[in-house]
């Protein structure tokens, strides 16, 4: 499976970002979706999964009510809607896709494939 990301960029404190990922060579509904970000000297972290096959969401605490993750089987695109961006939302956002436990949702470990990231800088 190949992951494409795209959306990233400069926006200031309060403003809004689309971030898509658009996967290829895999079924695309078989796969839980994640999405995860890495700030400069930091490790990557979980942002926001939706889990296959379901509707079922999940989120860091730090991104709860601001973020909303989203797939739409028809393109193969999970996206990941930004809204009340902080400075400190600042990283490489990466989508990636596995088909982690429940209880491992959150872990990048258990990704298997990921994408190139994509840049989101926000200013205060």
């Known amino acids: 499976v190949q992951l494409q990301a795209s959306g990233g960029g400069l926006v200031q404190a309060g403003g809004s970002l689309r971030l898509s990922c658009v996967a290829s060579?895999?079924?695309?509904?078989?796969?839980?979706m994640g999405w995860f970000r890495q700030a400069p000297g930091k490790e990557r972290e979980f942002v926001a999964a939706?889990?296959?096959?379901?509707?079922?969401?999940y989120y860091a605490d730090s991104v709860k009510g601001r973020f909303t993750i989203s797939r739409d089987g028809a393109k193969n695109t999970v996206y990941l809607q930004l809204n009340g961006l902080k400075p400190e939302d600042t990283a490489v956002y990466y989508c990636?896709?596995?088909?982690?436990?429940?209880?491992?949702?959150?872990?990048?470990?258990?990704?298997?494939?990921w994408g190139q990231g994509t840049q989101v800088t926000v200013s205060s």
């Open positions: 990636a896709a596995g088909n982690p436990i429940l209880s491992a949702i959150r872990s990048k470990d258990m990704y298997y494939y």
């Open positions: 060579g895999g079924a695309f509904s078989s796969y839980t």
């Open positions: 939706n889990r296959r096959s379901t509707t079922n969401t």
